[in-house]
């Protein structure tokens, strides 16, 4: 794993954005098309912002959602749908080739296996994650599922996951938090050819340690990420502070 460590989060956001495009550039160059994953919440704000300036010929490219609440609207604040439309598709030069949001107002196990056919048909050029404060990766909290070959599925989401999207203030209260989402799987992830992990803010500190100098194991879920061949590890000072 490369790791990156920028005095602000600007600084970072604009690193992860750059190596990713470089990456999604090149697949453009030996294919003709390119693929990528995009994850959401406040940890991507800096980097979704620098991908959606960039020129590129992003009519030649596929985007996945990585994850989303189970029975939240899409008006809601909160909705990873509204996010990804709001802070990034809708900002793009161009219209993507497509992009397979996620709908949590469906069957649950009926659009996991609608995206996952699709994803299956897939190669993935750039994943851009984030790492939470309880170490999950996507909605993967621990003990993560390392072995499914699902490659989206219902999950459920523990209080320490439930208590970061309350702090981070998308919810007016923590009752209000979904219990259940879709999320990609870890081994969908981990099939990425490059990932790009970023994480700022001191709240994420104890994580990222865990999750770069402790053993692999699904109670850090992103520990997994140590056994991939092209990732990089994109941090602020806060977030590296005890790494």
């Known amino acids: 794993m490369n790791t990156q460590i920028f005095s602000t989060k600007q600084e970072m956001g604009e690193a992860a954005a750059a190596h990713g495009l470089s990456k999604l550039q090149s697949a453009l160059e030996a294919k003709g098309y390119a693929s990528f994953i995009v994850a959401t919440g406040a940890s991507q704000f800096e980097t979704l912002a620098e991908l959606a300036k960039a020129d590129l010929t ?3 490219m596929t985007g996945f959602h990585l994850d989303e609440y189970v029975g939240l609207p899409i008006s809601h604040d909160a909705s990873f749908r509204k996010y990804l439309w709001e802070r990034f598709v809708s900002k793009l030069p161009l219209p993507l080739a497509a ?5 949590g107002e469906v069957d649950p196990d009926a659009e996991c296996r609608r995206v996952s056919a699709l994803i299956e048909e897939t190669v993935i050029d750039v994943a851009f994650v984030g790492i939470g404060e309880n170490g999950h990766l996507a909605f993967n909290d621990p003990p993560a599922d390392f072995e499914t070959e699902r490659p989206y599925m219902p999950v459920d989401l523990d209080d320490a996951c439930r208590q970061q999207q309350f702090g981070e203030g998308w919810f007016t209260d ?9 999320s990609m799987s870890v081994r969908q992830i981990m099939k990425s050819s490059t990932i790009v ?3 700022p803010d001191e709240r994420k500190a104890e ?20 056994e991939h061949p092209d ?6 000072a806060a977030a590296a502070s005890l790494a």
């Open 58 to 60: 992003w009519d030649k």
């Open 99 to 103: 992009f397979h949001f996620l709908d």
């Open 174 to 182: 923590f009752e209000s938090v979904p219990k259940r989402a879709i």
């Open 197 to 199: 992990c970023t994480v």
């Open 207 to 226: 994580a990222v340690k865990n999750a770069t100098q402790g053993p692999v194991t699904p109670e850090v879920p992103a520990s997994i990420l140590q």
């Open 231 to 236: 990732c990089h590890l994109f941090l602020d």
